[in-house]
């Protein structure tokens, strides 16, 4: 146990370690905020075409909608990856940076797009009899009425996607990238510590900071969501 | 006041689009426009590691030798080990590959290999306080017997036990092999005892050792008639070069020979190299 923390003095006295693990963050980060933004705004729009009333003009888009879904979250994240790596984007020189933001982006759309269906849906349908009762039109109801409250259930689970998109990033360095798992996999590596245990968990403290810094901003977000809510207060 | 408040989270969303998009155009400027593409697997001291996230090494170095003589770029990546011969045949992402690659005649099927450049044995790392039943200073195979082996899944140490589980020397015992990600990770779980004993290639195993006082490791020799007549686990490591790259493949020769031959104190550029990069150790 002496030498554990031995060891982890160690990494935190070499700048070179320390810088290794800041570039392996940096491009975790990049990944995944690009990864999650791409998963927002196609998700965002698989959501909506799901949730839209049935017409002839949708029939083909929904059925694309639900074979997407079901593909991407009935396959392991690490198989999308290599597929995206060794075939859909198998050319020489193609950056492996934007493969993996496709990749994962791609991945967090569907299951974002289950999120924000699931929030959309769990505003009660009378809501909307009730605006169409009063005349309202389409477009107001949903941006007026159901998209407000549909957000404030969103917030929390989306939260949680993102949490996941980050911590799921640790597998490209499956394919050879330099990301925070990699970095730790370098500093444990035989010509460096030799040791994987340390440096995995510092990778693992860096992973920890970050998603409890998102988690925070996430739980803000929703307290400003919820300021009309009396359970907030509780 | 509500109206200032989304305006400042657009900008600072904005903001920080466009740094990440920035940083991220950085980080593609230097992956793209290479003629060829070399694949490799770090760690692999020292014909792969990383030095400043840069991949270094005695195998790049041949590389860059190549890539002078051809006066063409050449992009070395890292990838998974057993992924490297199957893109080098593909020639989709990967021209060839340099990893420390053993010849052995399934993977001389599906690419083609330049002449060997370094003669590797097999060495087993084991725990000090739990090593197998040694025989001088080498193991021999049937030490391991009925242990719990573990190697870096697809590599020569991996296919030479596989082999002699199946049908050689550990035939009809309940010795069982593992796969694991790298020999360093073997090494690791020596040391959490999730195996007895890692198998890996002598340069590898020599690095970690070194760092481990808790391990050690000694050649494995196939047992001969006698205890003289013992021989160790030899392999030969040559560049994976894809079939129809006739050209590559012939400036690598071309380049391995020069380097293969030695100099008035007997040693060739490829042992220098090798030294050189061992030499981080004791830096």
Known sequence: MNNFFEKIAELFSTPAYIESLLHGFLLTIQISYFAILIGILLGTIIALIDVAKPSKWLVIPKFICSVYTTIIRGTPMALQLFIMFFVIFAFKGFPSIITAIIAFGLNSAAYTAEVIRGGILSVDSGQTEAGLALGLSQRTIFFKIVAPQAIKNIIPALGNEIITVIKETAIVSMVGMYDLNMAAKDIGSGQNMASYIVPMFVAALFYLATIYIITFIVKRIEKSLRKSDLRAEA | ?283
């Open chain 2, 1 to 283: 006041m509500h109206k200032v408040k989304s305006t400042i989270f657009i900008m600072l969303f904005l903001l920080v689009t466009v740094g990440m998009g920035v940083s991220v155009w950085w980080s593609i400027d230097g992956e793209k426009g290479a003629d060829y593409v070399v694949e490799t697997n770090v760690p692999f001291a020292p014909f792969e590691y990383y030095e400043n996230r840069q991949v270094v090494g005695v195998d790049v170095d041949i590389v860059n030798r190549v890539a002078k003589k051809l006066d063409k770029t050449i992009q070395v990546k890292n990838v998974e080990f057993d992924v490297i011969i199957d893109n080098v045949e593909a020639g989709k992402i990967a021209d060839a590959g340099a990893a420390g690659l053993t010849i052995t005649p399934a993977r001389a099927e599906k690419v083609n290999f330049t002449i060997p450049y370094y003669d590797s044995v097999q060495y087993v790392i084991f725990n000090k306080n739990m090593p197998p039943s040694l025989r001088d200073d080498h193991v021999v195979w049937e030490a391991l017997a009925d242990a719990k082996l573990g190697s870096q899944i697809g590599s020569t140490g991996y296919l030479f036990v596989e082999d002699e589980i199946e049908n050689g020397v550990l035939a009809g015992t309940s010795t069982t092999i593992k796969g694991i990600d790298s020999h360093q990770l073997a090494a690791d779980a020596i040391l959490a005892h999730i195996i007895d004993y890692a198998v890996a290639d002598e340069l590898a195993a020599k690095f970690i050792i070194d760092k481990n006082p808790d391990l050690e490791a000694l050649p494995l020799y196939y047992s001969g008639a006698t205890r003289e007549l013992d021989y160790p686990v030899e392999e030969s490591y040559a560049i994976a070069v894809n079939k129809d790259r006739t050209e590559l493949l012939e400036a690598f020769n071309e380049v391995l020979s020069e380097m293969l031959t030695e100099d008035a104190e007997g040693k060739t550029e490829i042992d220098r190299l090798v030294l050189k990069h061992m030499g981080l150790v004791n830096e």
